[in-house]
Nanobody
């Protein structure tokens, strides 16, 4: 079955860096658009970043532009989220998502039909 497994979450100090990974199985990863979303406690899930299958097109949420970078390795079936200059507002569960049929990196949750279980990121001051 289709499965996305996130890893790399944890505790990091304000201003620090963290890299999340999402390993995919059971889908044609090399043609899927992949994305990261996050959900802070008590808030709605929000768009973080997305990347098209060819890595030539990416999209970022306004709050992370210039600090976060999304990338992918189709040979390893893995998508990454490099997070730098983490802020105290970053604590959240970070989710990986896959759009098997789209070609554009969308910020809309409804475009993604497969989701991982999430990985927790906590930022300490």
């Amino acid at each position: 079955q289709v499965q996305l497994v996130e890893s790399g979450g944890g505790l990091v100090q304000t201003g620090g860096s963290l890299r999340l990974s999402c390993a995919a199985s059971g889908l044609a990863f090399s043609t899927a658009t992949m994305a990261w979303f996050r959900q802070p406690p008590g808030k709605e899930r929000e768009f973080v970043a997305a990347i098209a299958w060819s890595s030539t097109r990416t999209a970022y949420g306004d709050s992370v532009k210039g600090r976060f970078t999304i990338s992918r390795d189709n040979a390893k079936r893995t998508v990454y989220l490099q997070m730098n200059s983490l802020k105290p507002d970053a604590p959240a569960v970070y989710y990986c998502a896959a759009d098997r049929y789209g070609s554009r990196p969308s910020s809309q949750m409804t475009e993604y039909e497969t989701w991982g279980q999430g990985t927790q990121v906590t930022v300490s001051s």
